[in-house]
């Protein structure tokens, strides 16, 4: 059994393990975290790049922020005023410009009434009304999914009742819902999704779709920098370095380049993890890798039905990511999107540093498996079988891309949250007992 005085043990130090690691620390526990690279923050770590200056593989570009405001603002320090102390602020970005096959384009406000506007210009009034109509639709499934792994943990002991079901359309697909709008251009931008996603749209489930009114709510976002640091602006790996810096206000133990080997399990129960300096005993522990990672951490006997959900996974498409630097300044943070005809994206961010402006591109058509970017769609049921919160071992919990909660990285900063809440919770009950 774990002592008062072990710690929290979390592994990984992506975006959820330290999402994870600050709610933890914030509520009294010791937390040490573990992490096989040198520095924190995954995929959306920064890096010099000759010429350049830092840069990164996360989107420019984002939507719902809520979840990083809520992790810095349960943390400590407001995110607003975390970042307003290094001169850099969270603003609203210019529309999203996309580009088609035929090398038409169209740029997307994420306002209603702006949408139907442009899109009535473009294609005329019932393709815009087919269009809002999906998108009111769809707010529907956006408020079944809150519950259902974002907000608290999907329960995946429970099936869904009928009613759930039928409002996140469990029978359609992506590709079903892209056709539904009968117009070449949208229907692109609709398998888009799924692609982002790292699946096909033959695969990826209708309710992924919910992306869009997502954006449409809760506006597109960038990081602004100050005028003495030009590069920064538009480079979203600032958040991360925030909440590396969070981690440190919240005396969080770092352990960097020192990879977990194994789960250590007694009885039952994960009390520890094993690295290659030694054993670590842990009131609790919080995986935070991705489900291939995880399964080679836990003994052979443990957690045997989350062990065999786990191998019917496979990891997401990722894209290819370059960075290319172009003479001129720049006028801000752009996002473009070219489309293929079946809606496959390569999408650019536009952004000024120091040397001119820089385009850093997301390439869908030149993609690879990786476990980092969450698990690849194979149908509604699949999403079940994604990790728990609260796999069946006790003292173990995760969170990451390839959680319920999805790969976007409001999602994943929300599966740390949920990590956090269930551990805390737990061991509260514990130490009342």
């Not at 079903?176 to 888009?192: F, G, K, M, N, Q």
């Not at 003994?299 to 172009?326: C, F, I, Q, S, W």
């Amino acid at each position: 059994m774990p002592r008062p005085s072990d710690p929290v043990v979390v592994v990984g130090g992506g975006l959820a393990g330290m999402a994870a690691a600050a709610r933890l620390a914030k509520a009294g526990h010791p937390v040490q975290l573990f992490e096989r690279q040198h520095t924190l923050g995954g995929h959306w770590q920064a890096f010099d790049l000759p010429g350049v200056g830092l840069v990164d593989a996360a989107p420019g570009v984002f939507a719902f922020p809520a979840p990083w405001r809520d992790l810095f603002r349960k943390s400590g320090r407001p995110l607003e005023a975390e970042l307003a102390r290094s001169g850099h602020a969270l603003v609203p970005a210019e529309p999203v410009r996309h580009t088609f096959a035929d090398g038409s384009t169209l740029d997307l406000p994420t306002e209603r009434g702006q949408q139907y506007a442009v899109l009535s210009q473009a294609y005329g009034p019932g393709v815009a009304a087919r269009w809002r109509d999906l998108l009111d639709g769809l707010d529907e499934v956006w408020q079944t999914l809150r519950p259902l792994g974002l907000e608290r943990e999907l329960e995946h002991h429970r099936p869904l009742p009928r009613p759930v079901r039928a409002r996140l359309r469990a029978r359609d697909n992506l590709a079903t819902i892209a056709a539904s709008l009968a117009e070449p251009h949208l229907t692109a931008l609709v398998r888009s999704i799924a692609y982002r996603h790292g699946a096909s749209p033959e695969r990826t489930p209708a309710w992924v779709a919910v992306d869009l009114v997502v954006s449409r709510t809760f506006g597109r976002w960038q990081v602004q920098g100050p005028a003495d640091r030009p590069g920064d602006t538009g480079r979203s790996s600032v958040l991360a370095e925030a909440l590396a810096s969070r981690l440190a206000l919240r005396r969080v133990a770092l352990h960097p380049d020192e990879p977990v080997d194994a789960v250590l399990v007694e009885a039952g129960r994960a009390v520890g993890v094993r690295t290659l300096r030694g054993e670590t005993r842990a009131a609790a522990v919080v995986v935070t890798t991705d489900p291939r990672r995880l399964g080679a951490l836990l003994p052979g006997n443990a957690a045997l039905r989350l062990r065999r959900d786990l191998r019917r996974l496979t990891p997401a498409e990722a894209p290819t990511v370059t960075h290319e630097l172009r003479p001129g300044p720049g006028a801000g943070v752009r996002e473009t999107v070219t489309l293929t005809d079946r809606g496959v994206p390569v999408i650019s961010y536009l952004r000024p540093v120091a040397a001119g402006t820089l385009v850093s591109r997301h390439d869908f058509t030149r993609t690879q498996p990786d476990p980092g970017a969450g698990v690849a769609w194979r149908g509604f049921r699949q999403w079940r079988r994604r990790p728990p919160v609260v796999p069946d071992l006790p003292g173990l919990y995760t969170a990451s891309a390839s959680s319920p909660a999805g790969s976007a990285p409001s999602s994943v900063i929300l599966s740390g949250a949920l990590a956090s809440y269930a551990c805390h919770d737990r061991l509260s009950a514990a130490e009342d007992r």
